[in-house]
């Protein structure tokens, strides 16, 4: 890479009345690419790789950790949280399978330790994969100039101009703040925070109850916290479907977290030591929750801002940045993947579009991606895993439908695990055979849900999967007994 630098000398005259020169090193280098994508999140570094197989001469520009929050703040750190939890709450459940266990407790800070190491080492896959495939990496905040240039500042001031033909903003999103929910960071925190406590808070106030909330009121409701749950919404998990967030709440209910659903958070006082939320629960009743923190779990906001937008005329619409089925924004050669445009907030879409890109990019015919056969994963326990339509949004869609539900209770490997709650359901076009959707929930629902998804991509019928042997003693065998129930021909319900 060429660079050439500018040094500037000036007078500085001090406070004190003396004047001084000073030199100031300015790198005004232009090194020209294919393609340069701005975050390097599952869905930035997936399109550079992507990209640089291709043939594209790629650089990925990166302010913080090489792998975006997914590697650092979310989806690898908090399953190893996950992790721990489950390792614990088998310890103090060992009985139930004829093994005694004294004296068993945990180190809080240890398990926060362990998560870290675990998000470390992925980031330094990334960094691997990057240099693997020649693909130069950027520290700096990117910002997109006129011309298709990409404006590097680094950490220290330090401003780099590179030029490209294509430009791929994955800049990624960050905790949604509400105005009566302000974050300190402290006793008021988002998910970053919540994945590095200096302490396990003894009671925590959980504000949401999506993925986030729900994962994260798992790991410290197992490791002894006292967890409340607020939700806005009649049902914890709101976008799934009813059956299993009634499941969940059962399940949650059943180890200790309280779950409050259509109640809103007022305000959180946080005067005192700890902090004082006041609540107007679905009665409409104003009650007071003592706890010693609060997670706001209420969403992500998406990172559009200072990346040179308005200036370059990108369009975006309520917050997120307008694009056509292959990413394409109102300006030629500037893109946009994953959080910052509409679609499912989850890290495997971001990638998925971040490959349909790129292809694009390159002359070839990719299929635009199938937003309703997105799998949508939550990793608390019990396990929640879905895709396609729920069974109310088959019926409001106007389909005449089958269901089948098959109980973990009457699954063999389920009891033998004592694994026995949760459901497998899955709905079909009473027509057609159409498979419409699947709904899971129970233990390691999230490592059989992409059966459904492939089923539905190959446009599988409901008796293809009844003829489809599953093996035998597996939970994916439910899969094959709720598409029986479907159509009467269930064996062991």
């Not at 599952?42 to 790629?58: D, E, H, M």
């Not at 139930?96 to 330790?113: E, K, R």
């Not at 693997?132 to 404006?151: F, R, T």
């Not at 035998?472 to 598409?483: C, D, G, K, Q, Y």
Request: charged share 20%; aromatic share 6%; proline share 3%.
């Amino acid at each position: 890479m060429l660079n050439v630098y500018l040094m500037v000398i000036s007078w500085f005259e001090h406070p004190n009345g003396n004047a001084y020169l000073r030199a100031t090193k300015l790198t005004i280098a232009t090194m020209n690419y294919d393609l340069i994508v701005i975050g390097s999140g599952p869905g930035g570094y997936v399109a550079a790789i992507r990209a640089s197989q291709l043939g594209l001469k790629t650089a990925i520009v990166e302010k913080e950790n090489l792998g975006g929050v997914c590697l650092n703040w979310g989806c690898i750190p908090t399953k190893a949280l996950i992790k721990s939890a489950q390792v614990f709450e088998y310890i103090n459940h060992a009985s139930d399978y004829g093994i005694s266990v004294t004296g068993a407790s945990h180190d809080f800070g240890a398990v926060i330790s362990r998560s870290r190491g675990v998000a470390d080492g992925m980031s330094k896959g990334v960094q691997f994969l990057l240099k693997k495939n020649k693909i130069d990496v950027i520290n700096g905040h990117g910002k997109i100039k006129s011309g298709k240039k990409v404006e590097v500042k680094s950490a220290d001031g330090t401003t780099v101009t590179y030029e490209a033909n294509h430009i791929i903003l994955a800049t990624g999103a960050r905790s949604r703040e509400l105005p009566n929910l302000k974050q300190d960071g402290k006793k008021v925190f988002g998910y970053r925070e919540a994945m590095t406590l200096p302490s396990q808070p003894k009671s925590l106030v959980v504000v949401g109850s999506g993925a986030i909330g729900v994962e994260f009121a798992y790991v410290y409701n197992s490791m002894g916290t006292k967890v409340t749950i607020v939700e806005f919404m009649p049902n914890i998990v709101p976008v799934e479907d009813e059956d299993v967030s009634k499941q969940l709440e059962r399940s949650f209910k059943k180890s200790g977290i309280e779950v409050m659903t259509s109640s809103t958070v007022e305000s959180v006082d946080t005067s005192g030591s700890g902090c004082k939320v006041h609540v107007k629960n679905k009665k409409g009743e104003m009650v007071v929750i003592e706890a010693d923190a609060v997670l706001s779990a209420v969403g992500i906001t998406p990172n559009i801002e200072n990346l040179g937008l308005e200036e370059v005329g990108v369009v975006t619409d309520k917050g997120r940045v307008v694009v056509n089925e292959y990413y394409q924004t109102n300006m030629p050669g500037i893109y946009a993947i994953g959080d910052i445009v509409k679609g499912q907030a989850l890290a495997h879409v971001a990638s998925a579009e971040g490959i349909i890109c790129v292809e694009k990019i390159a002359g070839h015919h990719p299929e635009p991606l199938d937003y309703n056969n997105i799998p949508g994963c939550t990793y608390c326990n019990p396990e929640i895993a879905s895709v396609g339509f729920t069974e109310k949004a088959a019926k409001d869609a106007g389909y005449e439908i089958k269901v089948g539900k098959f109980p973990f209770s009457a699954s063999g490997k389920a009891s033998a695990a004592g694994s026995k709650d949760g459901f497998v359901k899955v709905i079909f076009d009473a027509k057609y055979g159409e498979f419409l959707g699947a709904h899971m929930i129970g233990a390691n629902v999230t490592e059989m849900i992409a059966e459904i998804v492939v089923a539905r991509k190959l446009e599988t019928t409901g008796h293809e999967i009844i003829k489809s042997v599953h093996p035998h003693p597996t939970m994916s065998e439910a899969v094959m007994e709720a598409a029986a129930a479907a159509y009467g021909e269930v064996i062991h319900m």
